[in-house]
C-alpha cells in the first residue's frame, strides 16, 4: 500500500467509467492521462464489471499514470484491489465496508473516502474517520441512475453547514450531474456560512468529452476561479428602508445617465411594449432571441432577460446559450418562468436553466416561483403550483427561503410584491390594477429591473427595489390622469408617466418618490 503523506487537493475529482455509452472505444487509461494532465487532483477507479485479476491490473495501470503527476488513486468499493494495487485509498458507498475494518487493512495514512447524502450519514463517516465525504447525489444524471436521494445545492449546502458542529476535520466534494455550465454554481449556491466544498467530482464531464484534457483544463480554471456574477456583491448592503429609498433616485438617474443595454428574450406577445418600456426607463434595449448572439451582447456591460412566456425546444437552448455567456462575463441575468407551472414542458424548461447556470433574480408570480422553489432537481415537500394558498407571511417566507438557496433574489409579484435575497426581504405595496388588466406588464417588469441591476451590481436588491418603484409609481401616476379611462388608454399614459420620471429625477426632483409604499 502507498502511504500518502501530502494533503489531498480535492479540486477536481475525477471517476472512470468503462461503459461504452461514456467512454466508447477509447482506452480507459488514455483518457485518464489525458485527464491528469489537464488538470485533474484525485482519480477514483471505479468499475462495477470487471472481475477481480481485471480489475487490479487496470489499478496498476493506473497507478503508473497518476503516481507520475502526484495524482491520488482511489479504488471504488474494492479495498483488496486498492491493496493489491498500492493504490492511495478507497471510496466506500454506504453498503460498503466500514471505515474501521478499511483502516485496518490500508493503514493508517490510506485515504478513505465516504459516499453521504445525509447530515447523519455525514456525522457518521466523520466520526468513523472518513479523510473525506462525497457528497451527493447532486443533480440526476445518466451516469448513475436509481440514485438514492436527488439533494441539489440546498442539501449539500445543509450537509456542509452540519459539519461545523463536529470536532474532526473534513474535505468534501459533491457528484451527480455536473459539468462547465453549473460547476461555479454547485460550488457558489453549496457553500454553507460556515463551509464551503474542496471540489468536485464528475465522471461523464470528462471521462465521455471528445477532448479530455481540454475538458479537464477546463473544470480545473473553472473550479479554481471565484466565479464573476458572485465578483461584484458590496459587502456594505443596507438593510434599513430609509437608507434604501434615499438611494434610489441615485440609481434611476444612473439608468438614464448610462443608457444600459437591456437585452431580452422575450416572449412574442411583449417584445415591442418592452422594447418601449425600456427606452422610457432609460435603458438600451435589443430583443435578441437567438442565442448565440449573447456572445457578443454579454460583452457590452447590460442585463439579460430570459422570458419564457413562449418557450419552444428551439427556445430553451438559446437561452441557455445566452445564460452561460452572461455567465461567464458577468453580467446580470433576470430569469421570468412565465407560466412555470402551467405544463411538463415548462417545468421542464424551469429545470433545465436553474441547472443550466445561474441567475441573479428570478421574477414571478406565486404559482410561478412555487414551481422555481421546487425545481433545481431538489425534492420539496408541500410545494405545489396552484392557485394562491398562502398567506402574506408564508409568501415571504418561500421567497426568503428560496433566494437563500439559490443565493440570488427572489420577486415574487402580486398585489403586494415581495422581494428577497435571503437575508433582506421587503413588501412593496405600490402599483395600480390597471398593470393587471394589460398584457406584459409583469414581462417589462422583468425588463425594468434587469436594466436596474445592470448599473447597480453592488447590491442588485436595491437596485430591483428601485426599478420595482419607479415602475409602479409611474403606473399609479398614469392611472390618476383625467385622460385614462381604462386599460386601453392607460398603456401610452403609463410609458409617458415613466419618462417623466426618468426626466424629472435627472434634473434632481424626486416628488414622485413620496409615493413609495
Ligand atoms: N456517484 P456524472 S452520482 C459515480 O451520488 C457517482 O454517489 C454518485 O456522474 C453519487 O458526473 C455518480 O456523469 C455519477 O453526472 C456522476
Not at 166 to 191: D, F, H, K, M, P
Request: net charge negative; hydrophobic share 40%.
Amino acid at each position: 500500500m502507498c502511504t500518502c503523506m501530502m494533503k489531498v487537493n480535492y479540486s477536481l475529482y475525477l471517476v472512470t467509467d468503462n461503459t461504452t455509452a461514456i467512454l466508447g472505444d477509447r482506452d480507459l487509461c488514455w483518457v485518464v492521462e489525458e485527464a491528469v494532465k489537464g488538470g485533474v487532483t484525485v482519480v477514483q477507479l471505479r468499475d462495477k464489471t470487471s472481475e477481480t485479476a481485471g480489475l487490479i491490473r487496470i489499478a496498476k495501470r493506473l497507478h503508473n499514470i497518476t503516481k507520475g503527476h502526484d495524482v491520488p488513486l482511489l479504488i471504488n468499493d474494492r479495498v483488496d484491489v486498492a491493496f493489491a494495487a498500492g493504490a492511495e485509498g478507497v471510496h466506500l458507498g454506504q453498503d460498503d465496508m466500514d471505515i474501521e475494518t478499511a483502516r485496518k487493512l490500508l493503514g493508517p495514512n490510506a485515504i478513505i473516502g465516504v459516499t453521504a447524502s445525509s447530515r447523519e450519514e455525514a456525522r457518521q463517516a466523520v466520526e468513523g474517520g472518513a479523510d473525506y465525504l462525497g457528497i451527493g447525489t447532486l443533480f440526476t444524471t445518466p451516469t448513475k441512475e436509481n440514485t438514492k436521494f436527488i439533494i441539489g445545492t440546498s442539501g449539500t449546502r445543509d450537509i456542509l453547514d452540519s459539519l461545523a458542529s463536529l470536532e474532526q476535520q473534513v474535505s468534501t466534494v459533491c457528484i451527480g450531474g455536473i459539468n462547465a455550465t453549473n460547476a461555479q454554481r454547485v460550488l457558489y449556491q453549496s457553500r454553507s456560512p460556515s463551509k464551503g466544498l474542496d471540489g468536485i467530482a464528475v465522471v461523464s464531464a470528462i471521462m465521455a468529452a471528445p477532448d479530455p484534457r481540454k475538458a479537464a483544463q477546463d473544470l480545473r480554471e473553472l473550479v479554481m476561479r471565484p466565479p464573476r456574477f458572485a465578483a461584484e456583491s458590496d459587502d456594505k448592503r443596507t438593510h434599513a428602508v430609509d437608507e434604501i429609498l434615499s438611494k434610489v433616485p441615485e440609481i434611476v438617474a444612473k439608468v438614464g445617465a448610462q443608457a444600459p443595454l437591456c437585452h431580452n428574450m422575450t416572449n412574442l406577445v411583449v417584445q415591442n411594449f418592452a422594447a418601449n418600456v425600456a427606452l422610457c426607463i432609460g435603458a438600451s434595449p435589443i430583443m435578441a432571441n437567438n442565442g448565440d448572439e449573447a456572445e457578443d451582447l454579454c460583452q457590452l456591460g447590460g442585463a439579460l432577460v430570459i422570458n419564457m412566456g413562449t418557450v419552444t425546444p428551439d427556445g430553451l437552448q438559446n437561452y441557455l446559450k445566452a445564460l452561460r455567456s452572461y455567465n461567464a462575463v458577468g453580467g446580470p441575468v433576470l430569469f421570468d418562468p412565465v407560466g412555470a407551472g402551467a405544463t411538463k414542458q415548462r417545468r421542464e424548461a424551469v429545470k433545465s436553466l436553474m441547472a443550466g447556470g445561474w441567475f441573479d433574480l428570478i421574477k414571478g408570480n406565486e404559482g410561478e416561483i412555487k414551481t422555481v422553489s421546487g425545481a433545481s432537481g431538489v425534492q420539496q415537500r408541500g410545494v405545489d403550483s396552484g392557485a394562491s394558498t398562502l398567506s402574506l407571511q408564508e409568501k415571504a417566507t418561500l421567497v426568503a427561503r428560496t433566494a437563500a438557496r439559490e443565493r440570488n433574489i427572489i420577486l415574487m409579484t402580486g398585489k403586494t410584491d415581495l422581494i428577497s435575497d435571503g437575508s433582506r426581504t421587503f413588501a412593496i405595496n405600490n402599483g395600480h390594477e390597471y398593470l393587471g388588466e394589460i398584457t406584459g406588464s409583469g414581462c417589462t417588469l422583468g425588463t425594468t429591473v434587469a436594466a436596474f441591476m445592470a448599473v447597480h451590481r453592488g447590491d442588485k436588491l436595491l437596485a430591483a427595489i428601485a426599478g420595482i418603484f419607479m415602475y409602479e409609481i409611474a403606473a399609479e401616476q398614469a392611472a390618476k390622469r383625467d385622460d385614462v379611462r381604462g386599460p386601453g388608454t392607460f398603456v401610452p399614459a403609463f410609458l409617458d408617466e415613466i419618462s417623466a420620471i426618468k426626466k424629472q429625477t435627472s434634473n434632481g426632483q424626486t416628488g414622485w418618490l413620496s409615493a413609495a409604499n
